[in-house]
């Protein structure tokens, strides 16, 4: 089991930034780890992924904004937000082990319990 505890989130002013931890703890597979978020009453989206060799995904709605990156040696996943804008306000879920399909079709087998980001127009 991998546990994975988000944190980072919070309320800025659209035009801010806000940088996004996730802390992998447990046994098993984080190779692949991602971030989606959700918006109330949506379906959850992925925003980025990435594998431990270093290779990247980026939803287009999140391109030049958004940097994903991983510190391997403390099992911890970044999501840097940079420029938000309103739109951009939802919870944010880190997630682990990919089985199957697109990296952001939610095929995840370890989530985390989210952490909300509120932006202000």
């Known amino acids: 089991q991998v546990q994975l505890v988000e944190s980072g989130g919070g309320s800025v002013q659209a035009g801010g930034s806000l940088r996004l931890s996730c802390a992998a703890s447990g046994y098993g597979n984080t190779f692949y780890m991602a971030w989606f978020r959700q918006v109330l009453g949506k379906e959850r989206g992925g925003v980025a992924s990435?594998?431990?060799?270093?290779?990247?995904n980026y939803a287009d709605f999140v391109k030049c904004r958004f940097t994903i990156s991983q510190d391997n040696a403390k099992n911890t996943l970044y999501l840097q937000m940079n420029s938000l804008k309103p739109e951009d306000a939802a919870i944010y879920y880190c997630a682990a082990d990919r089985y199957g399909g697109r990296w952001d079709n939610g095929l995840y087998r370890y989530w985390g319990q989210g952490t909300q980001v509120t932006v202000s127009s």
């Open positions: 990435i594998d431990r060799n270093g290779n990247t």
